[in-house]
Structures are given as C-alpha cells and as structure tokens.
C-alpha cells in the first residue's frame, strides 16, 4: 500500500483508509467480524482508520477502539464530533463546552489516550472559528489529540477557519474531508484548490456514490438506499427520477471504460478518486470482508490519461449528476427565512 504524507502534519498515511461508519448498528453489527475487518485492512497496509462519534452513537468508536488495543502504535487515528449526540443543544456543534466533553467521551471509547487526528464533522454556524481553533489548540497542547481537521467545509469556511487561526495564533485545521466521486465532482471546483494553496491534507468519502458505483444492478436494493428508506433523501436512489436515470446512464458507460480496461466499476470508481492530486487519502467503508477485499485492488491501480479523459467526456469536471448528494449543512442565510427577509 503505497503512503503519502498527510498535508503539513508531517504523518505518513495509507493512500486508502478504513472508513469505520458501517461498524455497529447502522451496518454490522457483529463486533467480531468488524474487528476482522479491521485487522484485514491493516494487514493489508491500510494505516488509516476513521470513524466518529455518531456512527452507530458511538458503537463504531467502540469496534474500533478493541480492534486497534493491541496495534495502537501502527495505527493513525482519526474521529470526528460536531454532530447530535442526543436530544439537547448543547452535545452537538463546536463550542468549548462540547468539544471537551465530546473528546473525552471518544477517548473513552477508543480505549486510547490520545486521537492522532480529530475532525469537525460539519460547520458549526452558530459558533465562532476562534472559539474553536481556541478549544482545539488546547487539546494538542494537552497532548489528547495531535491535530485537527474539518469535514464538509465549503471553499470559503476553509479560508475563514485559516485566516482565523493566523490573526489568532492559534493551531489551524491541518486536513479537510470531503464527499467525492465521479458522480459527485463538486470539491474539484474549489476546495480542492483551496486545500492544496493551505497544504491541507484531503480525505475523500463515498467513492462508490452511496452504492451508485457499486456494479449493483439494483442499487434500490442496496444496504445503504435501506438506511435512507425513511428520510427525505430516500429520493435519490429512485432509478425512475431524473437524476436516477442520469446516474444509470453513466453508470452503464463508466461499467464499459471498466471492462475495457480491465476493471471492476467499484475499482476504476475508487482508482479515479486517488488519483486526483489534491487527494491524499481514500475512505473505503467496507460492511463485509468480501466488500473490502473487491476494492483493494484499485489501490495499486493507476488509470490512464485516455481513461480519464473519457471519464470526464462522461462525467464532467467539477459537476454532482444530484446536488441532494452533496449534504453539507444547509447555511442558515438559506435556511431560515427570516435570513433571507431582514
């Protein structure tokens, strides 16, 4: 598994990271086959493992943290907080308050004494950067956690969140981790760029699109288009709506560049988002072991110019076939009407 050197902190990661949100309730339940898992990927040269504290309301941390008790040191890991842990304002968000709370209750969980990188999950529009660089800068100086990132930023937070760390001499966010695939094109545009102009180290998610590009050939059927079932994106795996019908059409053309090239779609999916430049690592959330094991061969392929430029001729540059993928926090100056009518 070759590695690369995480933006500007120094640590060298896998070029594909274990993606631990299927660990628990929400996807395996079976603690023991997760562990194996997880013991699969680091025997195959996967260093990194992410995962977070809402995955399966802490279950996943909890997998993780007795998978790694015994190879903690050859593990570089990383969590997130930010989003609800439960019913009141205050265990959610980026505020001082939260931030310590929630980083003892990963550290708990994790059986670990520090996290080696701990990531925002979302923008926390209601609290103010300085006021978490501030928080955050404390738990590297207390030695709990060695760096910090952030998740689903826009362009433009990135920047805020680096300029506020400057004018306060604070530790800034070092990485950010973003949704990315052939059908999801967006991050291309501007964070990217902007992640590379501040050395971030970018972290993708979801290369397969949520199942899209997974070679199913019901992809209504899947275990991801289950969990979304009952809430207001259960839409976007309708085969039968607009962007569905997109997303089969160049599922079908991108299942053909695969096998000329001899690939599995799953595997030119994942080798398309490594080798953009500006990412350094891929998250694969294997739910099975024969999940894992059909992707980490894309970790030792290179795809062609030809084969990307065909890839672009089918999904353009810089564009989501759904914008309903790209399920960053609404801003509240779009969300709240009163906002938008002062």
Known sequence: MKRRILGATGISVSEFALGAMMFGSLGNPDHDDAIRIV??????????????????????????????KTRRDDVVLATKFGLPMGEDPNQRGASRRWIIRAVENSLRRLGTDHIDLYQL??????????????????????????????????????????????????????????LYSIFTRKPEAAVFPVAQKYDLGVLTFSPLNG???????????????????????????????????AKAAAAAKLAALAGEAGLTLPQLATAFVRAHPAVTAVLIGPRTREHLDSLLPAAETELSGDVLDRIDEIVPPGVDLDPRDNYAATPPA??????RRR
């Open 39 to 68: 013991h699969s990927a680091l025997d195959a040269g996967i260093n990194l493992i992410d995962t977070a504290d809402r995955y399966s309301q802490g279950e996943s941390e909890e997998i993780v943290g007795k998978a790694i």
């Open 121 to 178: 999950h979302r923008p926390d529009h209601d609290t103010p950067p300085e006021e978490t660089l501030s928080a955050l800068s404390d738990l590297v100086q207390a030695g709990k956690i060695l760096a910090f990132g952030s998740s689903m930023f826009p362009a433009e937070t990135i920047v805020e969140a680096q300029w506020a760390a400057e004018r306060r001499g604070t530790h800034r966010f070092v990485t950010e981790q973003c």
């Open 211 to 245: 199942g899209w590009l997974s070679g199913r050939a019901d992809v209504a059927s899947s275990h991801r288009a289950a969990l979304y079932r009952a809430t207001p994106e259960s839409s976007a795996y309708d085969p039968g709506a607009p962007a569905g019908q």
């Open 334 to 339: 779009i969300e709240h009407a009163r906002l």
